[in-house]
């Protein structure tokens, strides 16, 4: 691939700048837990500086259409005694108006999951979650498609048609996970999707709507049939190395094979890319996964290839969940590793994706019931308190990147931004003592610090021409002995409930980063040398 340098004189270690474009995938849409969580003063604290700090630009949840969100009335609500059925099902949206205002008003859009089923529609009911999600099909397809025509309706009206044309519509989360997120069969959710794509095209056919939203790549049959098949996981579970296993998308294939046979509109593909598994052995016993650094490039570059063959090869990407593991109580989320872990993959993917959804930006978060703890390996970048987690300063750095890509090698990229020229970086020590592995997962903090051990250090130089002489820059860095806040309460002994003073320490610890500023010479170069101990990741950025 070649790229055009015409117009820069940036001069990158010697040799002219690349000038390629680079898509921010980490802030297109973060994640987080369920709708009525977004009604929460904290949450809505914690988003404002997601938009605000972090850059995102959607979000996207569960529970649209849960119970407590209230927009399926079949019946006006008994309070001491049971409610009056109503003569025909209403749909009331004042729970949703607050949450969606909310995230307009903030500077951001919803990236729609459309879903779970509300309980007067759902076939099974309680299925998930101590908030008791229902993840079931519909009693009836032909109401389920009046909600979602009356929910689109409904946000047109509300927001305007170019505002909601701007959105995405994903049907459902993870069906493939039976019976967990779904009760039915592959077939009753690819029925559920052309159920809802006709609804929401039939209010306007420029709105764009994707899924299957299945979880996760898998090397073996387990998801070949109607249903999971577990005794196909036995191979897996027995493997030496699971890393050489021919990992590969679930249900996505025959998806788009159904859809093109029945000419649906799919807009975009979207699946949920956590690199670990988990299979079952002969006798039961589940074996725990954890892949290799660069999985999550290698399976989108499998599904890159996959769409390509596929009736919908400009489909967009839309990796609507991404983290380290898939649990909300594992401790590595907590970390300076999963920082560095997470800087590396999202550089690695900037060209095969249109977002990679971070799951989830806060740990205000209830799929478990609330966190045990300030720091209980919650997904967020920031914890309860809204303390910022090293994960918090790796996205924040990024978001400092410009829009084209100077140069990119294995421990970072260099930047520019197109509409200000501004020149920016992101350098980071993925250490050498990792080879191949992954960070994998942990229960407990102390468990995750054996990582600490892995070296070594790394010096960084580059030599940036063709800026502003005089022209100032900031360099910050979060490492193992700054803004390692999950550290700083392990120190304290791991308190369960913080006093006000431990936070503020601790909201100290965690924003205290490593800090310097660098010139630029007389001559417009810029020299960066920097030495990153093991697991930092630093950013070079216009100082204010």
């Not at 837990?33 to 977004?38: I, P, Y």
Request: hydrophobic content about 40%.
């Amino acid at each position: 691939m070649t790229h055009d340098t015409s117009t820069t004189p940036w001069r990158i270690d010697g040799a002219p700048a690349l000038d390629a474009p680079l898509r921010h995938v980490w802030n297109e849409c973060v994640g987080a837990g369920r709708a009525n969580e977004a009604l929460r003063a904290d949450w809505q604290a914690h988003f404002r500086e997601a938009v605000d700090v972090l850059g995102a630009r959607s979000v996207r949840f569960h529970g649209l259409y849960h119970d407590d969100m209230f927009v399926y009335r079949a019946s006006n609500g008994g309070g001491f005694g049971p409610g009056t059925e109503l003569e025909r099902p209403l749909h009331t949206f004042s729970y949703v108006d607050k949450v969606i205002d909310f995230v307009l008003e903030a500077g951001a859009r919803p990236f729609v999951e459309l879903g779970f089923m509300p309980r007067e529609l759902a076939t099974q009911t309680e299925t998930l979650f101590w908030w008791k999600a229902h993840c079931s099909p519909p009693k009836d397809m032909g109401r389920w498609a009046d909600l979602v025509t009356a929910t689109v309706e409904h946000w047109v009206e509300r927001y305007g048609i170019d505002e909601v044309r701007s959105w995405r519509f994903e049907v459902w989360n993870e069906p493939n996970l039976v019976p967990m997120f779904w009760t039915g069969t592959r077939t009753q959710y690819f029925e559920l999707y052309e159920a809802t794509v006709r609804a929401v095209k039939g209010v306007d056919s420029q709105l764009l709507v994707g899924g299957p939203s299945t979880s996760v790549f898998v090397p073996d049959d387990r998801y070949a049939g109607e249903t999971e098949d577990r005794s196909a996981t036995h191979g897996t579970a027995a493997a030496q190395d699971v890393d050489a296993l021919d990992w590969r998308p679930v249900w996505i294939d025959e998806f788009l094979t159904w859809c093109a046979e029945r000419d649906l509109p799919v807009d975009f593909v979207s699946t949920h890319l956590y690199p670990t598994d988990f299979a079952y052995h002969e006798d039961g016993e589940i074996r725990h996964i954890h892949r290799y650094a660069d999985a999550t490039r290698d399976d989108l570059v499998t599904m890159r290839d996959l769409l390509a063959r596929s009736a919908y090869p400009d489909a967009e990407v839309h990796v609507t969940e991404w983290s380290t593991t898939p649990s909300s109580r594992d401790n590595m989320h907590d970390t300076l590793f999963a920082a560095t872990y997470i800087t590396r993959a999202y550089l690695q993917c900037t060209d095969l994706a249109d977002s990679i959804s971070y799951w989830t930006f806060t740990d205000v978060f209830e799929e478990g019931g609330a966190g045990i703890g300030p720091f209980h390996g919650g997904f967020g970048l920031v914890n309860e308190q809204g303390l910022h987690k090293p994960t918090f300063h790796a996205f924040s750095m990024l978001a400092r990147l410009g829009d084209r890509l100077l140069a990119q090698t294995p421990h970072g990229v260099l930047t520019r931004d197109s509409r200000t020229d501004a020149f920016s970086a992101v350098l980071f020590n993925y250490p050498d003592d990792m080879g191949t592995q992954g960070v994998g997962g942990a229960i407990g903090y102390s468990s995750t610090r054996a990582l600490a051990e892995k070296g070594p250090a790394r010096r960084v130089r580059h030599e940036v021409a063709g800026l502003a002489p005089g022209a100032r820059y900031a360099v910050e860095r979060v490492d193992w002995e700054h803004g390692n806040v999950a550290e700083a309460w392990h120190a304290m002994g791991e308190p369960l409930n913080l006093t006000r003073e431990q936070t503020a320490q601790l909201r100290e610890v965690a924003d205290g980063l490593w800090r310097t500023e660098l010139v630029v010479d007389a001559d417009g170069v810029l020299t960066i040398d920097l030495e990153l101990p093991a697991w930092a990741v630093a950013s070079v950025a216009p100082a204010a």
